[in-house]
């Protein structure tokens, strides 16, 4: 799984993807403090325990470099940026039933127009499964050579993966 990069300075400051989701009745927010535990849990629960790792860290920045997903008051998505290392989008994800409303989207766009908005200029999406999304979405370009990226020399549990 290699490594893209995004040109945050070509993205468009258009964040009306927040009022299309609201239209879905989804809201796509920063999380607060409270509501860490809940979120950790819910990563875990649907994703992985290094994922809600990687969320644990995103709620302990300040700012909170994260956005949750809700539908009628209960989490169905997330995604968040430097977790693993500055500069980098990720992990993100939505309940698998909930796929295919543009929530993944929606998530992806609120974090890079964020990393946008702090002064980045470029995006780091880390060990990419679907590059033609990101391709697709955002104008995401491989970055040669880069695998297996920052995760080369990672402690984890047999059997775990990204």
Same mark, same amino acid.
Not at 17 to 41: C, M, N, S, T, Y
Not at 93 to 121: F, I, P, S
Not at 128 to 155: C, H, M, Q, R
């Given at each position: 799984?290699?490594?893209?990069?995004?040109?945050?300075?070509?993205?468009?400051?258009?964040?009306?993807?927040?009022?299309e989701q609201?239209?879905?009745?989804?809201?796509?927010?920063?999380?607060?403090?409270p509501?860490?535990?809940?979120?950790?849990?819910?990563?875990?629960?649907?994703?992985?325990?290094?994922?809600?790792?990687?969320?644990?860290?995103?709620?302990?920045?300040?700012?909170?470099?994260?956005?949750?997903?809700?539908?009628?008051?209960?989490?169905?998505?997330?995604?968040? $940026?430097?977790a693993?290392?500055?500069?980098?989008?990720?992990?993100?994800?939505?309940?698998?039933?909930? +796929?295919?409303?543009?929530?993944?989207k929606a998530?992806?766009?609120?974090?890079?127009?964020d990393?946008?908005?702090?002064?980045?200029?470029?995006?780091?999406?880390?060990?990419?499964?679907p590059?033609a999304? $990101?391709?697709?979405?955002?104008?995401?370009?491989?970055?040669p050579?880069?695998?297996?990226?920052?995760?080369?020399?990672?402690?984890?549990a +047999?059997?775990?993966?990204?």
């Amino acid at each position: 799984m290699t490594d893209l990069l995004v040109k945050l300075y070509n993205l468009k400051d258009d964040w009306s993807f927040l009022q299309e989701q609201q239209a879905l009745g989804i809201a796509i927010r920063k999380p607060i403090g409270p509501e860490k535990h809940l979120i950790v849990d819910w990563v875990r629960e649907h994703f992985s325990d290094a994922w809600s790792s990687e969320i644990d860290m995103a709620m302990a920045n300040r700012p909170i470099t994260c956005f949750i997903a809700l539908e009628a008051g209960q989490m169905i998505g997330f995604a968040c $940026y430097d977790a693993t290392a500055l500069g980098f989008f990720g992990p993100t994800g939505v309940a698998e039933a909930c +796929r295919g409303k543009g929530t993944g989207k929606a998530l992806l766009l609120a974090c890079l127009l964020d990393m946008k908005l702090k002064g980045y200029g470029y995006a780091v999406i880390g060990a990419v499964g679907p590059a033609a999304f $990101y391709e697709k979405v955002v104008g995401a370009t491989e970055i040669p050579d880069s695998t297996p990226s920052i995760w080369v020399n990672w402690l984890h549990a +047999r059997g775990e993966h990204l």
